[in-house]
Each structure stands twice: as C-alpha cells, then as structure tokens.
C-alpha cells in the first residue's frame, strides 16, 4: 500500500497525524524510500512517527529505510528534507543498545527506553556516488576507505539503506 500525503497514493495521509490508521501489531513491512528525512522536523513530531512504527509493526517486523546521506547534495539541497536520518541515530531506538551504553557510561540519549520502544539496526548499506566510483574505480569497493574518506569529503555516499527490525514479544 503507498501512503502519501500528496498525489495519487492508494491512501491519502500525513504521517505526522496521530494516531496512523492501522492497528497495533498489524504490520508485517514497511518501506520508507526517501520519506524518512521528510517527516518530523519537530523532534516531538519525529519521536511520535517512530513510536507509531513500533506501535503499528508485528513482532520481528523489517522496517527499510532509504535516505540520502545527510553530506551528500542530494539531501543538503532539497528544502523539503529536514532532518538526517543516519544508523547511528536510528540505533539511539534499541533497548539492548541503551542498556549497553547505561553500563558503560556513555552518554548517548536511551531513546529506547525513554519512548518505550525497541528496534535492532540489523543492516546497512552504504551507496556511494558516480564522485566515489569515478575517483576510487579500483577500490569502490572498499568500505573502510569509503567511510574514511567520506569523514573529510562530501558527496561520496549517496544514500544510506538500512533495515530496522522490531523487537517485541509476540501476541
């Protein structure tokens, strides 16, 4: 089913309305192909979105995930994208995580567990530009030396795939 709030979806809504019209524990997948980085530009609005991916997914559900990469043009141009989405932030949702972090000190925000949610980041998958391949041919495929090098430069990774999968006990 494509929801959207604009053109000629086989459902016509904004996902920043709550409650989504789908039932708790109801859906088996969701794809989010460049909507993600759309939605959400409050972070109580952004929160709310993630909350009802947990509240609508089954048990074990796969939530994909396709932005561009936040230093890549593609995102830093287009005014309708408001905020990054990167698998670091996405693993700020995985109680497990939050845990491990709590027991070593660290500081990162334990989204998890604040929101009552649990996502494990089971994949990523970095898509380098026609820039990458065009400058590293013989080694594109080398992901340390893409990450290394998209730590000083721009517009090497395209977009950033990733699935999420829900963690909760099955009803």
Do not use: C
């Amino acid at each position: 089913m494509n929801v959207d709030k604009f053109g000629a979806p086989d459902l016509t809504f904004d996902l920043e309305t709550f409650p989504w019209p789908w039932q708790d524990d109801s859906v088996a997948e969701v794809q989010l192909t460049h909507v993600l980085e759309h939605l959400g530009q409050q972070t109580t609005t952004y929160l709310r979105i993630i909350q009802e991916l947990y509240r609508i997914g089954q048990a074990n559900s796969l939530i994909h995930i396709t932005v561009p990469h936040h230093r890549h043009d593609n995102f830093v141009h287009d005014p309708t994208h408001v905020r990054a989405i990167t698998p670091s932030g996405l693993e700020l949702f995985s109680r497990q995580r939050n845990r491990d972090w709590q027991r070593q000190g660290n500081a990162n925000t334990p989204l998890g567990l604040y929101l009552d949610v649990d996502f494990d980041l089971v994949r990523t998958n970095l898509v380098g530009s026609a820039l990458w391949f065009e400058r590293y041919g013989d080694r594109a495929h080398d992901v340390q030396l893409l990450l290394q090098e998209s730590a000083l430069y721009n517009n090497l990774i395209e977009e950033v795939q990733m699935q999420w999968r829900v963690v909760k006990p099955l009803r």
